[in-house]
């Protein structure tokens, strides 16, 4: 589903990516864990090619990209394919909760109103804002807003979500509750990345660990391992100052 092999990334003389490979099947969860400024985010913005990369190459299904990144057609069809919810909500401040929902079906995949205000009222009621659909971003909360994004990933029917840090701006309660939408749909099938510093949510959801330490990957493995017998020294610091 999604194959990055030799991902290098340069921002002027600092290499910010440094030789990154990674695999994720369909219907798998890979976690990324690490230290702050491992490059984990960039790696997310460099397969949704939001940021272009110096060398390597980022395969998503059938959508390839090199250093020269995506445009036109192929920019279109990887939009459509992975879906990215980010630390920040990112929502239209002027458009209700539902609107929100339906506004990227309605561009992006020319649905007419109904049908996309059909799929987004689907979408909220899955994440638990059925009751919300009126509201603008400002009148509800923080766990609530970030729920709102992911069904706005959701309603472009993405084979794949990046998640960047989704709970990062949450306080405990509305971290719980966003990370429990996230694993309703771990449960449900989706393909997705999640880069978090939720040590038990990678560790009870996960399919796959990666941990990254200053560009590179330094350690991959199931949750078991990577959490009770991790090979790597960074692994073991950092997971000793968070746990």
Do not use: W, Y
Not at 36 to 53: M, V, W, Y
Not at 67 to 78: N, Q, R
Not at 100 to 129: M, S, T
Not at 147 to 152: D, E
């Amino acid at each position: 589903m999604i194959e990055v092999q030799d991902l290098v990334k340069d921002h002027g003389r600092l290499r910010v990516l440094d030789g990154v490979s990674l695999r994720v099947a369909r219907g798998e969860v890979a976690a990324v864990i690490g230290p702050s400024g491992g490059g984990k985010s960039t790696l997310l913005r460099c397969i949704n090619a939001l940021e272009p990369f110096t060398s390597g190459r980022v395969q998503v299904g059938d959508i390839v990209l090199g250093p020269d990144g995506a445009h036109g057609a192929t920019l279109l069809a990887l939009r459509r394919t992975v879906g990215m919810v980010f630390q920040s909500f990112n929502l239209f401040p002027h458009l209700s909760v539902l609107e929100n929902v339906a506004i990227g079906p309605r561009r992006a995949l020319h649905a007419d109103r109904g049908a996309a205000e059909a799929l987004a009222r689907e979408l909220l009621e899955r994440v638990g804002l059925a009751d919300k659909l009126a509201a603008r971003p400002e009148q509800v909360s923080g766990g609530q807003q970030q729920r709102v994004a992911i069904a706005r990933a959701l309603a472009m029917r993405p084979a794949a979500i990046l998640f960047d840090e989704p709970t990062s701006a949450l306080d405990p309660r509305m971290a719980a509750e966003v990370l429990a939408v996230i694993g309703d749909l771990a449960r449900q099938g989706q393909t997705m990345i999640v880069v978090t510093h939720a040590i038990h949510f990678a560790r009870r959801v996960a399919t796959a660990v990666h941990v990254m330490h200053a560009g590179r990957i330094v350690e991959s493995g199931p949750p078991e391992q990577i959490f009770a017998n991790p090979r790597s020294e960074v692994t073991r610091d950092f997971l000793a100052h968070v746990e």
